[in-house]
Nanobody, 121 residues
């Protein structure tokens, strides 16, 4: 089994910064992509950013230029640096890993429990 664990959420004023971390652990054969999604109150979960193991990224338009994802493949960890935070960035941020446990398995989506980010005005 593969698990992912997020950390780093909290309360911050608009314009401030936060850094989220996500570490994958367990029986990991390979991880393809890792990324962050978020869910605001009353809304559906949405993509924030995804990074592949080759370093390709896909950012949501709403966070481009403000958020930066980085990945440490050796540690199976991704980080999300969030700058110039806005009230509308408030939500639960979920880490996702596309991983498999053996060479013959297919890749599965693994989700963390989420970490709450609250941006106050």
């Amino acid at each position: 089994q593969v698990q992912v664990l997020e950390s780093g959420g909290g309360l911050v004023q608009a314009g401030g910064s936060l850094r989220l971390s996500c570490a994958a652990s367990g029986r990991i054969f390979a991880i393809n992509a890792m990324g962050w999604y978020r869910q605001a109150p009353g809304k559906q979960r949405e993509l924030v950013v995804v990074v592949t193991n080759s370093g390709s990224t896909n950012y949501a338009d709403s966070v481009k230029g403000r958020f930066t994802i980085s990945r440490d493949n050796a540690k199976n960890t991704v980080y999300l640096q969030m700058n110039s935070l806005k009230v509308e960035d408030t939500g639960v941020y979920y880490c996702n890993a596309n991983a498999k446990t053996t060479w013959y398995d297919r890749y599965l989506e693994v989700w963390g429990q989420g970490t709450l980010v609250t941006v106050s005005s």
